[in-house]
């Protein structure tokens, strides 16, 4: 995961408030995946995009949620009004291709805690 | 409802001993599968990726696909207490590369 740069590392946030997750990927890789780890439970795929583009939002909350990757600066993960089920540990992947053999590098995480 | 299965352990391992994890998947489409290391905590890192039917091996892992099964392993020879972690295997879905991971194998090292 060297190279992938997710900020903060640590973010509380009372129920109510809005969370922003920063993703800065790879150098040369233009693809961003998001990813959430509820506690005790697997990785799962939210978010996928490209450059000033959404290409898959399937496995995104339709409310609340939101993602942007624009032509400058890192990619942004946006929470609106959260809420105590937010709580989990959210990943970015980047990598260079969208290829189906490509492979993703992970970020160090953003650790989410809604009081 | 694609999914990947994994049991969920812990598997405990020896010193020394072979750590054996495995993996099914249900799209029988699917092409690429990795393997990830993830330690408490942490972010996952990947371990290997295998495309072909047959072993793969890299140092002290060893990646086995069986697509006409469905199933894919990962196995850990002459296991370390570092190698203490939670193993997730994954799969491409789409041609967008996204990733579906299984919920993953605890593995624990015992002196």
């Known amino acids: 995961n060297a190279g992938v740069m997710q900020n903060p590392r640590h973010l509380v946030r009372r129920r109510g408030q809005e969370a922003r997750l920063r993703c800065s990927p790879m150098?040369?890789?233009?693809?961003v995946y998001w990813y959430r780890q509820l506690p005790e439970e697997g990785l799962k795929f939210m978010v996928y995009l490209q450059k000033e583009n959404i290409i898959d939002e399937s496995g995104m909350p339709k409310e609340r949620f939101s993602a942007e990757f624009p032509k400058e600066g890192p990619s942004i993960l946006r929470i609106q009004q959260v809420v105590r089920g937010d709580s989990a540990a959210y990943f970015c992947?980047?990598?260079?291709?969208?290829?189906?053999?490509?492979?993703?590098?992970f970020g160090p995480g953003t650790r989410l805690l809604v009081l | 409802q694609k999914e990947v299965e994994q049991n969920s352990g812990p598997l405990s391992v020896p010193e020394g001993a072979i750590a054996s994890l495995n993996c099914t998947y249900s799209d029988r489409g699917s092409q690429s599968f990795f393997w990830y290391r993830q330690y408490s905590g942490k972010s996952p890192e990947l371990i290997m990726f295998?495309?072909?039917?047959g072993d793969k091996e890299d140092g002290r892992f060893t990646a086995q696909l069986n697509k006409a099964s469905q199933y894919v392993s990962l196995l850990i020879r002459d296991s370390q207490p570092s190698d203490s972690a939670t193993y997730l295997c994954a799969v491409i879905l789409d041609s967008w590369g996204k990733l579906q991971f299984g919920a993953g194998t605890q593995v624990v090292v015992t002196p």
């Open positions: 295998i495309y072909s039917n």
């Open positions: 150098k040369g890789h233009s693809h």
């Open positions: 992947a980047s990598s260079p291709y969208s290829q189906i053999k490509e492979t993703q590098y």
